[in-house]
């Protein structure tokens, strides 16, 4: 694969999370309460520094209420 669309494919992907979060009202510090993690946590996962896992997308997907479609840039 090529790494220059998988990195595009990651960063749109990763602008849904962000999109999702802030459509949902809520701050890194209360999605990472909810996961049981840090707030640097999500941080990381929001720039691209930490991938997110399919398991991590759909419990994103729950606390958002956002179909797991969305952050699929397909």
Known sequence: MNK???KKTH??????LIQARE???MTQVATAR???KTQSYISK????????DTCQLIE???IYRKDLSFF???
Do not use: C, K
């Open 34 to 36: 909810l996961l049981g």
């Open 4 to 6: 220059t669309i998988f």
């Open 23 to 25: 459509e949902a009202g």
């Open 72 to 74: 699929l840039p397909i």
């Open 60 to 62: 994103f997907a729950q």
């Open 45 to 52: 996962m929001e720039s691209g520094q930490r991938r997110v």
């Open 11 to 16: 960063r749109i992907m990763i602008d849904r």
